[in-house]
């Protein structure tokens, strides 16, 4: 064979590239190994009827008052956020003097409770408790408080240790 007669053979890349795809392409060729996972793309976001466009959609940025309102709208937390804004504002809703003297202590099932500084208040708001519930139920909805449950101070215990009498008279020396 003359060299004219030879099959022509391409010249190698002096880096080699060629003949790394060239023993890739073998491998992968050859019986018995595993084919090539395929890539996935990076995420894509699917693209389905929404577009975007000039005008507002829900990927928009959102105000904090409308974002936090649509949170207490799906937490059902209007009723309880309305209850505690009427026990930060009880001195506006019922009046400074009567604020002075009783403070609400809880609020559930339409039922308010409200404890007084002395007996003499308790009886008063007792009077006062018509008028405290029509304006409650202005602020809070209509039939929200039914009722409100009045208690008197903390009166001081006379049970002294562990044993107690029964209908006892108290102590002693007070009662002369």
């Not at 491998?27 to 507002?56: I, M, V």
Request: charge should be positive.
């Amino acid at each position: 064979m003359t060299p004219e007669d030879a099959p022509e053979v391409p010249e190698h890349r002096p880096d080699g590239l060629d003949l790394a795809r060239a023993a890739a392409r073998a491998a992968a060729a050859s019986p018995g190994t595993p084919q090539a996972r395929r890539k996935s793309a990076p995420f894509r976001r699917r693209t389905t009827t929404q577009s975007s466009g000039a005008r507002p959609d829900d990927r928009d940025p959102q105000l904090l008052d409308q974002a936090l309102g649509r949170l207490v709208a799906n937490h059902g937390w209007e009723l309880d956020l309305k209850v505690q804004g009427v026990f930060g504002r009880w001195a506006e809703l019922v009046g400074s003097e009567v604020a002075d003297h009783c403070t609400p202590e809880s609020f559930g099932d339409g039922r308010l409770v409200v404890r007084t500084d002395s007996t003499a208040w308790a009886t008063q708001l007792k009077l006062l408790a018509p008028s405290v519930v029509r304006r409650l139920n202005t602020e809070l909805g209509h039939g929200t408080v039914t009722v409100i449950e009045v208690l008197g101070p903390h009166l001081p215990t006379w049970k002294k240790g562990r044993l107690s009498s029964r209908d006892g008279r108290g102590p002693r020396d007070t009662y002369g």
